[in-house]
Every structure is written in structure tokens, then in C-alpha cells.
Antibody, heavy 122, light 108 residues
Framework: EVQLVESGGGLVQPGGSLRLSCATS????????MNWVRQAPGKGLEWVSYISSSSNIIEYADSVKGRFAISRDTAQDSLFLQMNSLRVDDTALYYCAKIRNAKWLVDAFDLWGQGTMVTVTS | EIVLTQSPGTLSLSPGERATFSCRAS???????LAWYQQKPGQAPRLLIY???NRATGIPDRFSGSGSGTDFTLTISRLEPEDFAVYYC?????????FGPGTKVDIK
């Protein structure tokens, strides 16, 4: 089955760190660029970060630049998001998302996980 | 960063009616790299349209997308009960991918 399963979310204090994971299955992970997208409670979607299939191109939203780091491990077929210096406004459901076409660097997101919740509170 | 504006914020319609959503970009989106997603409560977003006008796999033909440059439209020709949801546009033509704020379609 083609799927993405996020994990690693939880409750953390401001200034703390978390590492999110996204386990993939059912497709050739190494061929696809991947993304993290978040959604604060009751709010819209916010793109967070992008990594190309070979990890040579990485992009971040301005809101997380310098604090978050995206990475991937082909041996584990997994995507990661290291989140440092967390703030209250980082509280959200974090989704990993796969791009549609492996031949392209960028494309729409055709596969999403169910998300992992990150709550930053004192 | 390209800012996307969606209108209206909420659309109240009845099943069988036609729904039209607008997405406007603050600058031209290259190669029509514009997508539309549907999200229902408690669910992950689902890709409907990519490249401004191409239906994703398994999407019914009552969904159609159009537009180029800075103005894009999603149309649902006849609303089915399962179409009541929130719809987001997204651009992926610049290094900072952005989503619009969404349009909610609720039952009139």
C-alpha cells in the first residue's frame, strides 16, 4: 500500500526540540522530492520545507528558516524534520507530502500522511 | 514570496449547484504550477488539480481547473454531498511554495 506515516510529535516547551519522522512505503522513495506542510488548529495549510530526491536542493519557509532542518534517509525510506528553538506558533499538525511526478523537481503533492501533532506550550 | 488570495471565504450552496472558486496570485505563477486541494474535517488534504487544469488520478470530471498567470479558477459543475469541504489553492512555481487561505463550501 502506498502510504506515508508521520511520528515524533508531542508536547514540548518553548525553546525545545523535536524530531519528526515520516515512514514511506509502496513507492520508490529515493526518486521523489518530499515536503513538510503544517496546519495550526482551525487554520489553513502552511508549507514548511522541501527536499529534492537527491537532497541537493532544500528550501524552507521564512517562518522556520534557521530553526528547522529537513533530511531524508533512503536506506530507511524515511523523511525527517528536526525542529529546534520551537515557538508557541509552531503548534500544528505536521504532514509529510510526496510530489506527484518523480521526473520533476517540483510538482503538486499527491500523497499525504495523516499528520503528527506538535504542541508547544509552557 | 508569492501570496495567494482565495475568494470567497465561504460559499453556501445546495447539492446539484455549480461552485466556482477563485485564486489570485500576487505575481505570475510560472508554467501554471498551480494546484487545488480538498480537505474534509479530520482528514489530510487531497489533490484535485495540478498544473492549473489537470485532474489528479481518480478525481471525478465534475471538477475542473482553469487559468494562467495570476488568476485561476476551480469549478465543481454539480455539487455532490461529499464535496462540502474546504478547498485550497497552492503554487509550486517558486522556491517558497505557498497555499491560499482556503474557501469553505457549506450546505445552504
Amino acid at each position: 500500500e502506498v502510504q506515508l506515516v508521520e511520528s515524533g510529535g508531542g508536547l514540548v516547551q518553548p525553546g525545545g526540540s523535536l524530531r519528526l519522522s515520516c515512514a514511506t512505503s509502496g513507492f520508490t522513495f529515493s526518486k521523489y522530492s518530499m515536503n513538510w506542510v503544517r496546519q495550526a488548529p482551525g487554520k489553513g495549510l502552511e508549507w514548511v520545507s522541501y527536499i529534492s530526491s537527491s537532497s541537493n536542493i532544500i528550501e524552507y519557509a521564512d517562518s522556520v528558516k534557521g530553526r528547522f532542518a529537513i533530511s531524508r534517509d533512503t536506506a530507511q525510506d524515511s523523511l525527517f524534520l528536526q525542529m529546534n528553538s520551537l515557538r508557541v506558533d509552531d503548534t500544528a499538525l505536521y504532514y509529510c507530502a510526496k510530489i506527484r511526478n518523480a521526473k520533476w523537481l517540483v510538482d503538486a503533492f499527491d500523497l499525504w500522511g495523516q499528520g503528527t501533532m506538535v504542541t508547544v506550550t509552557s | 514570496e508569492i501570496v495567494l488570495t482565495q475568494s470567497p471565504g465561504t460559499l453556501s450552496l445546495s447539492p446539484g449547484e455549480r461552485a466556482t472558486f477563485s485564486c489570485r496570485a500576487s505575481q505570475s505563477i510560472i508554467s501554471s504550477y498551480l494546484a487545488w486541494y480538498q480537505q474534509k474535517p479530520g482528514q489530510a488534504p487531497r489533490l484535485l488539480i495540478y498544473g492549473a487544469s489537470n485532474r489528479a488520478t481518480g478525481i471525478p470530471d465534475r471538477f475542473s481547473g482553469s487559468g494562467s498567470g495570476t488568476d485561476f479558477t476551480l469549478t465543481i459543475s454539480r455539487l455532490e454531498p461529499e464535496d462540502f469541504a474546504v478547498y485550497y489553492c497552492q503554487q509550486y512555481g517558486s522556491s517558497q511554495f505557498t497555499f491560499g487561505p482556503g474557501t469553505k463550501v457549506d450546505i445552504k
